[in-house]
């Protein structure tokens, strides 16, 4: 029961990641494509959990760790550079 | 497996993936980006949260020992979320918005943060800027 959970689940994080990506390329503001970039994010961390789940291995847990970081990071120097025209001051 | 175990398992990952969709799916719906910021906080929380949940679950079925470091995702993403949210609404703020037209007056000598970085006493930052570089 669990692989058609994980088949479901891989179907509406794709279908997800779909939709940020229109967002990415038609957001009309600058600030839309960051929030689409983060959302990517996001949804990259719940495919890879899922992926581990599928291959019962821990291992991608470091992936999903490591993206959730450099989400964040991104995000907040993309936003810093925008409203100081510069990232470390 | 047990039977119970696998079905709570298969349900955290169809409410996982189900709120995941409806977060990104209001993000080509809502009409603007501030009514925009709101809808991935359903796929921060509700979505990543019961999907890591189910992880913890599978892999303490799996392995026959509990552990909880998918919780340190969890903590992450409650706790950078905010100041994501905060910090994308400041840029749309400053690049789309009239302080003048579209914000209430502040009442207070200084404008709103975001759009007058200048002190009530006069301090310019930028003039600290400056001196630094030469």
Not at chain 1, 34 to 49: F, G, K, P, R
Not at chain 2, 21 to 37: A, T
Not at chain 2, 46 to 60: H, N
Request: aromatic share 12%; glycine share 8%.
């Amino acid at each position: 029961m669990i692989e058609y959970a994980l088949n479901f689940g891989f179907v509406c994080v794709a279908l997800a990641l779909l939709m940020n990506l229109y967002r990415l390329t038609a957001g009309p503001t600058t600030a839309d494509r960051v929030l689409a970039v983060d959302t990517m994010a996001i949804n990259a961390i719940a495919l890879l959990v899922l992926y581990g789940i599928g291959k019962a291995t821990a291992m991608y847990f470091e992936g999903a760790l490591l993206f959730a970081m450099f989400g964040f990071v991104s995000t907040v120097a993309y936003c810093k550079f925008v409203l100081r025209g510069d990232i470390i001051e | 497996m047990p039977f119970v175990i696998e079905l709570i398992i298969s349900l955290l990952i169809v409410i996982g993936g189900a709120f995941l969709l409806i977060g990104s799916f209001g993000m080509i719906k809502l009409r603007d980006l501030l009514p925009r910021l709101h809808a991935p906080t359903k796929a921060s929380t509700v979505g990543l949260g019961s999907l890591l949940i189910a992880s913890m679950l599978f892999f303490w079925v799996e392995r026959g020992h509990f552990t909880i470091h998918e919780l340190l995702i969890t903590l992450f993403i409650f706790l950078t979320a905010p100041i994501t949210a905060n910090l994308i609404a400041k840029a749309y703020m400053l690049l789309n918005v009239d302080p003048n037209k579209d914000l209430p007056p502040s009442k207070q000598d200084e404008g709103w943060a975001t759009f007058d970085p200048i002190g009530p006493e006069g301090y310019d930052p930028s003039e600290e800027y400056q001196e630094k570089e030469t």
